[in-house]
C-alpha cells in the first residue's frame, strides 16, 4: 500500500497507528513524512517513536509527556476544531450515550488544543471538511474559522493566520514547496 501510493505521487502520507514501522521507514526511505491520524494518547506516543512523522492530525488526547516530544522532535499539531464545533451544534440528531461522549470528547479536544499552544507545539490548520457543497453545515468555504478556534485556544491572532498558511506547508515535510511564505531574498516568491 505504501509503495503504491508513493507511484501514485503522494507527497505525504496519513496513518493510523498500526503498520507504523514498516510504513516509517519506507516514507523515510522515500523521503517522504508521514501524518499521523491519532486522538489517543497510544497513538500518538506511537507515531512519536517514527523517525519521520511530521504531524499528529487531531491528537484529541495529548498531555504533556506527549506534548514534550512534539515540541522537541518539531512535529506539528494539526487542529480541526471546526469539525468538533459543527458536531457540537448538532447534538440533537445524536442518540444520548454519544451525545454524551461527543460532549466529552469535544472538551478534551479543547483542553489538549490549549495544552499544546501552551507548551509551544507548532500547529498547522486542518479542516476535515468532507464537501464542497455550501448549503452544507461543514462545506468547504468556512475552513476560515479555524483561526477564530486557534485564538480561542490560545494562539495570538498572528500566530493563528501563521498556522492556517505559513505552517501548512511543514506538513508536508522534504515534500514541501516553499508556499505559504513570502521571503525577500526568494526569485520565485508567491503566495498560495
Known amino acids: ?64 509527556e506527549a506534548a514534550d516530544p512534539m515540541k522537541r522532535k518539531g512535529v506539528l499539531l494539526v487542529a480541526a476544531r471546526f469539525i468538533i464545533e459543527t458536531r457540537m451544534q448538532n447534538l440533537d440528531h445524536l442518540p444520548p450515550a454519544i451525545r454524551a461522549k461527543m460532549v466529552q470528547f469535544s472538551e478534551a479536544d479543547k483542553q489538549t488544543y490549549a495544552l499544546c499552544v501552551q507548551n509551544g507545539v507548532k500547529i498547522a490548520l486542518g479542516t476535515d471538511i468532507c464537501s464542497c457543497d455550501p448549503s452544507r453545515i461543514a462545506s468547504a468555504g468556512k475552513s476560515g474559522m479555524e483561526i477564530g478556534y486557534a485564538v480561542a485556544a490560545g494562539l495570538s491572532p498572528l500566530k493563528a493566520i501563521e498556522a492556517a498558511t505559513a505552517n501548512g506547508p511543514e506538513t508536508l515535510g522534504p515534500q514541501a514547496p516553499l508556499s505559504g511564505q513570502i521571503y525577500k531574498s526568494r526569485l520565485d516568491t508567491r503566495a498560495t
Open 1 to 64: 500500500m505504501m509503495r503504491r501510493q508513493l507511484r501514485w505521487g503522494a507527497s505525504v502520507i496519513k496513518i493510523c497507528p498500526r503498520g507504523v514501522t514498516v510504513i516509517s521507514d519506507e516514507a523515510k526511505r522515500a523521503g517522504r513524512g508521514v501524518a499521523a491520524h491519532a486522538h489517543a494518547k497510544a497513538g500518538v506516543m506511537a507515531a512519536l517513536e517514527m523517525d519521520s512523522c511530521l504531524t499528529i492530525e487531531h491528537g484529541t488526547y495529548i498531555d504533556e
